[in-house]
């Protein structure tokens, strides 16, 4: 019968680990080359789409609902029917809402760079000119979010993320204090890593708590509303009404995509803004461009015509992905079970299993990982500026691997957990 490895004797520890590096070495042997480190869509899942290419663009068939020529100039905002589905999506309306390209991130790039230099509703000033700007950033989180802020210099503020979105007593207790503090990024269905779903209470702290800064925002990435991995659609909360009823309407600023809906390099993001935050960003956003692809737009709006276009869709995928994640939340209890070295989420969507390693071992995981041929996402990636003070955190990504390829990789990532582990009380007095 196993025990917790910090119950263990040395000498049993010791036993232990020859015993897993001669299962480490067995697999190193055999030179693999496994990937779980990005939350890619399998090449399964992006042939549920194929309708996306075979729904043929001709010079008869490529006039939009109100007959616009997609090929041509023109639209700024996109086409209506894909405002219309977007607002199905985010809950906006389709009138606040712009379509961009095929990327989200590029949206949310633009919008904290150019608040850098313009400003937002609301604000006395461009960010940019204060002494100090910070933003919020639940943790652990996604690492494209701290990237932006890091390129820009805005300072970080992690906020530990409960299961139900942030601890809301931290980020009320900051914002009502320090007026440098200019917004928080949040994901509030499934989030990037943890699943967590934001309960209606935060939401609506978010959007009623008192903030010292007067154009406090709300960057809100919206990436997995539908992204189920129990075949049941989460009911969404109402961000922007929220805002609006709250006395706060310039407060979000909503992203969505069809990434990992359709195509994950080709599908279509929209970012929604209230008028008042459409003013100020509409005279920076002509200046980039003139229309997005509404080739494209056309192409999505003809195979997603409505939101439960999307949920059919949705679901299978959930019938692709559910297998992966149950084989590799299966494969470490069976590995695992009894040692008390590791433990892990069990998410109802999104991409992620989120698992957490004994303390000052999770790069050293990562490490044994990455010699044997598994490739995982940085340990800490999910902190500002890849710091995780505990060291403990790790992001697995089981969507792109092939079944089989998941077995040996949930195999050899159990076999470094234990062998970190028993390195760490190894070297304990």
Not at 228 to 240: D, K, Q, S, V
Not at 336 to 354: D, K
Not at 395 to 416: D, I, M
Request: charged share 25%; glycine share 6%.
């Amino acid at each position: 019968m196993r025990q917790p490895l910090c119950l263990l004797s040395k000498e049993a520890i010791s036993e232990l680990y020859n015993q897993k590096y001669s299962e480490y070495e067995q697999l190193f042997s055999e030179h693999l080359s496994l990937n779980m480190a990005r939350g890619k869509p399998s090449p399964e899942q992006l042939d549920l789409s194929e309708d996306i290419l075979t729904s043929v663009i001709t010079n008869q068939d490529c006039f939009s609902r109100d007959n616009v020529d997609c090929r041509n100039y023109g639209e700024f905002y996109g086409l209506k029917e894909l405002r219309e589905l977007f607002s199905q999506i985010i809950n906006v309306p389709s009138e606040n809402i712009i379509i961009g390209g095929n990327s989200s991130l590029t949206l949310m790039y633009d919008t904290v760079s150019r608040a850098m230099l313009r400003g937002v509703a609301n604000s006395p000033r461009p960010w940019g000119k204060e002494k100090t700007v910070k933003m919020i950033c639940p943790v652990p989180g996604y690492d494209r979010h701290y990237t932006i802020c890091e390129s820009l210099g805005i300072e970080m503020i992690p906020v530990p993320l409960t299961g139900n979105g942030p601890d809301m007593d931290m980020v009320e207790s900051i914002v009502s204090n320090d007026d440098s503090v200019k917004g928080i990024w949040i994901i509030p269905v499934y989030s990037n890593p943890t699943g967590d779903i934001y309960s209606e209470e935060v939401m609506k702290r978010l959007a009623s708590m008192d903030a010292k800064a007067k154009d406090f925002t709300i960057i809100c990435d919206d990436a997995y509303p539908f992204h189920t991995l129990n075949g049941t659609f989460i009911e969404p909360i109402n961000l922007f009404s929220l805002c609006e009823e709250a006395g706060h309407p310039d407060r979000p600023i909503i992203f969505a995509s069809t990434s990992k809906i359709s195509f994950a390099a080709g599908g279509v993001s929209c970012i929604a803004m209230s008028d008042n935050n459409l003013k100020i960003a509409l005279p920076a956003l002509q200046a980039q461009f003139i229309c997005m692809d509404k080739v494209n737009q056309l192409r999505h709006a003809k195979v997603f015509p409505d939101i439960e276009h999307i949920k059919k869709r949705m679901i299978q995928h959930c019938d692709l992905l559910r297998p992966k994640f149950d084989l590799v939340e299966n494969g470490l209890s069976e590995y695992l079970s009894g040692f008390s070295v590791a433990q892990w989420n069990h998410p109802e969507g999104g991409y992620f299993i989120t698992l957490k390693v004994t303390k000052n071992t999770a790069k050293r995981v990562v490490e044994l990982c990455k010699k044997a041929g598994l490739v995982l996402t940085s340990a800490g990636a999910g902190f500002p500026f890849s710091i995780d003070p505990d060291d403990t955190y790790i992001r697995l990504a089981p969507s792109f691997p092939s079944t089989e390829e998941l077995r040996t990789a949930t195999k050899l990532l159990s076999v470094c957990i234990i062998l970190a582990s028993c390195e760490y009380y190894l070297k304990e007095e």
